[in-house]
């Protein structure tokens, strides 16, 4: 299994500045592509930010410019910096990682989500 801790969500005001921090561990893995998800209230879950295992990025249109993804591989942790929060950034963020790792069975992919990180922008 590869598990994954997010940390950093907050109150924060309009205009302010986050960052959200991903840390997977587990044993025998090898990540690929890292990325942040999240679902506002009444909304369907959209991807925000996404970053392969060469450094290529994707945005979601609303955040270009504002947000930035990053990844450190050697703590196997993915960043969201998060610039510039808007009242409908609000929403639950999920990272997510896919990957290989190692079973009794051979190299298996794997897909894992975090529990999921509350971000709320408010006067």
């Known amino acids: 299994q590869v598990q994954l801790v997010e940390s950093g969500g907050d109150l924060v005001q309009p205009g302010g500045s986050l960052r959200l921090s991903c840390a997977a561990s587990?044993?025998?893995?090898?990540?690929?592509?890292m990325a942040w998800h999240r679902q506002g209230p009444g909304k369907q879950r959209e991807l925000v930010a996404a970053i392969t295992s060469a450094g290529n990025t994707n945005y979601l249109d609303s955040v270009k410019a504002r947000f930035t993804i990053s990844r450190d591989n050697a703590k196997s942790t993915v960043y969201l910096q998060m610039n510039s929060l808007k009242p409908e950034d609000t929403a639950v963020y999920y990272c997510?990682?896919?990957?290989?790792?190692?079973?009794?069975?051979?190299?298996?992919?794997?897909?894992?989500w975090g529990q999921g990180i509350q971000v709320t922008v408010s006067s």
């Open positions: 587990g044993s025998f893995f090898r990540i690929n592509a």
């Open positions: 997510n990682v896919d990957g290989r790792r190692l079973t009794a069975a051979g190299w298996k992919d794997f897909d894992s």
